[in-house]
């Protein structure tokens, strides 16, 4: 397994310097969605509220463009092995594929937090806000943040597996994905309910207002925990449900 996730690792760091005009317009986009919010919190929101504001925007842009990875990328990554014909090569290997997708979007994610952390640098200069990084906190906040969007991942890999055109359904996914990394947990219980909902409020909480790992509630940490096994164990099983479908129907190596 992990002679897989190496590979693809490689195969990821290799696609984005062999196609460097597509990563830097990626970084450029993002900075300039990231630019168009500030101006508008720092014009039209309040003067007192504004650094509070900012703080709260850098880490939503950044959990957003995570989730893009982590959830919406693999996606992309089913469609683009379908019109190659590559997809069927996937179930050749000795690996099961869910694992091989699993490695892909856990090497897609680790690649892509060098990205994330030039981009962070690049708001929080802008801003002129620097953001708490107290990384024991940070660090198990994420990867049960990330272990629940890679869930949500294949659920979206299923349904490329099985549609194969499903670019429009990913491009409203974004917006989907923003109000997930957006809204605060505590502005209704149903909203524990959701994925990655939890965990972003208590990323947020951590780099803005510098909550510390024992600053959380034990509930807090539990909830957390159940909401990342739940949706990771119901994306590999809905993957593994979509997958009997495509093999069944012989949906492999259509497009």
């Known amino acids: 397994m992990l002679n897989v996730l190496a590979a693809n690792i490689r195969k990821v760091a290799i696609e ?69 014909g590559t997809l069927e090569q996937l179930y050749m290997s000795p690996v099961p594929a869910w694992r091989i997708l699993l490695a892909r979007m856990v090497g897609n994610v680790l690649v892509n937090l060098i990205v994330i952390a030039l981009m962070l640098l690049m708001a929080m200069a802008t801003a002129q806000e620097w953001l708490v990084f107290d990384v024991p906190t940070l660090v198990p906040l994420v990867l049960l943040t990330i272990l629940c969007m890679l869930g949500v991942g294949f659920m979206v890999a299923g349904l490329a597996l099985v549609f194969k055109h499903i670019q429009a359904l990913l491009q409203i996914a974004q917006f989907i994905f923003a109000a997930l990394v957006t809204v605060p947990v505590l502005l209704t219980p149903w909203f524990e309910l959701l994925p990655v909902v939890r965990g972003a409020s208590m990323v947020r909480e951590a780099m803005a207002e510098g909550t510390s790992l024992t600053g959380f509630a034990a509930s807090d940490w539990l909830l957390l925990l159940v909401n990342a096994l739940f949706y990771f164990g119901l994306g590999v099983f809905l993957y593994k449900l979509a997958e009997r479908r495509a093999m069944n129907k012989g949906l492999l190596g259509q497009y």
């Open 16 to 84: 984005m310097r062999r196609y460097l005009p597509n990563t830097i317009s990626m970084i450029v986009t993002f900075y300039a969605i990231f630019l168009m919010f500030f101006w508008g919190i720092n014009a039209l929101g309040s003067p007192e509220n504004a650094g509070e504001s900012n703080q709260y925007l850098i880490v939503i842009m950044v959990l957003w463009f995570l989730s893009l990875m982590a959830m919406q990328g693999i996606g992309w990554e089913i469609t683009q092995e379908a019109t190659r």
